[in-house]
């Protein structure tokens, strides 16, 4: 079993910053990628930004050059340095861990933290 905890929401105005960060606890496949996805008031979870253990990234084209992604293997950890925050921005914040090579094997969530961006 792996656990997951967000960090790091909270309210910050219209082109401020936040740093969310994730640790993943347990039984951790050293080969996996871990997310962030965020869900808006009726709105679909919709994916923000995954990063594999080798470190490549992937971004949704709403945060491409304003969020990044990044991971210490060491900890378990992944962080999301968000610039340039938008209203539409907010959310709450999802991240979640999944090993790779394991077929079947669900994705841990974590519980969530709430980004607000005031305008």
């Known amino acids: 079993q792996v656990q997951v905890v967000e960090s790091g929401g909270g309210l910050v105005q219209a082109g401020g910053s936040l740093r969310l960060s994730c640790a993943a606890s347990?039984?951790?496949?050293?080969?996996?990628?871990m997310g962030w996805h965020r869900q808006a008031p009726g709105k679909q979870r919709e994916l923000v930004a995954t990063?594999?253990?080798?470190?490549?990234?992937t971004y949704a084209d709403s945060v491409k050059g304003r969020f990044t992604i990044s991971r210490d293997n060491a900890k378990n950890t992944v962080y999301l340095q968000m610039n340039s925050l938008k209203p539409e921005d907010t959310a709450v914040y999802y991240c979640n861990y999944r090993p790779l090579g394991r077929p079947g094997t669900l994705p841990s969530w974590g519980q969530g933290t709430q980004v607000t961006v005031s305008s």
């Open positions: 990063i594999l253990s080798s470190g490549e990234t």
């Open positions: 347990g039984s951790i496949f050293s080969i996996n990628v």
